[in-house]
């Protein structure tokens, strides 16, 4: 026991090391693939290019509208004014026509102004993602090969860990190193606890006087009652 013991305790120490060289290299590949962000800045600087497109034209079909109606506007009062028209008939139809022209080109030209603050709006969100962008490539392209190197080194020292891990639970006996895996993904990477005066050191319970007698006996494996990890004297 005292030796399978040793051996488990060898193991937890490679697993730590593991976890911790695992996690790194994890986030390193989740900054790689992230990219500073520059996959979702191109989409929404795409969006927001359609965007500015889709505005701009709103607005110009909106100031053709305008300028069609100035120019009916325009035309009908020339009729008006302009003595063509005698029938008092014809001319209370084109009085009427021009007011209702006149009408339309007020709510136009209302709209315009919204329409035309929309625009700009786009095209300055637009403008400012651009840059953003265009930094962020720039950093990017800068500290990229950096973390490229890094995350390679780091999956180098995961290999050599789990060939390490591999050594040391060679000679573990088969049930043990099964409860320990089980533990070791139950208790969050810490299978094994010390004992120290009578106490778990991973969850501060003080062990039933039957259990620490058998743990300093090395009478088989021992876990703790609470936490369920592995014991080990100290
Ligand atoms: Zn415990």
């Not at 001319?91 to 315009?112: I, K, Y």
Request: glycine share 4%; hydrophobic share 40%.
């Amino acid at each position: 026991m005292q030796l399978s013991g040793e051996l488990l305790l060898t193991l937890q120490e490679v697993d730590e090391r593991l976890a911790a060289k695992q996690q790194e290299l994890d986030q390193l590949n989740a900054d790689l693939e992230a990219q500073a962000e520059i996959p979702v800045l191109t989409e929404r600087a795409e969006q927001e290019r359609e965007n500015a497109i889709e505005r701009r034209a709103h607005l110009a079909r909106l100031e053709v509208d305008a300028d069609a109606l100035r120019e009916r506007v325009e035309e009908l009062e020339e009729r008006i004014y302009g003595g063509t028209v005698t029938n008092l008939r014809e001319l209370t139809a084109v009085e009427e026509e021009q007011a209702n022209a006149r009408r339309e080109l007020m709510q136009a030209e209302e709209s315009l102004g919204p329409a035309r603050l929309a625009a700009e709006d786009s095209e300055r969100a637009r403008e400012d993602l651009t840059e953003t962008l265009a930094e962020r490539e720039k950093t990017w392209a800068e500290s990229a090969p950096k973390f490229r190197r890094q995350a390679k080194a780091a999956q180098k020292e995961v290999t050599i860990l789990e060939e390490e891990r591999a050594e040391a639970s060679r000679n573990v006996p088969a049930d043990e190193l099964t409860l320990y895996d089980q533990l070791l993904f139950r208790r969050h990477g810490v299978a094994i606890a010390r004992v120290e005066r009578g106490v778990c050191q991973a969850c501060h319970i003080t062990l039933p006087l039957k259990e620490a007698s058998r743990l300093r006996r090395s009478d088989g494996i021992v876990t703790c009652g609470n936490c369920g990890r592995i014991l080990i004297p100290s």
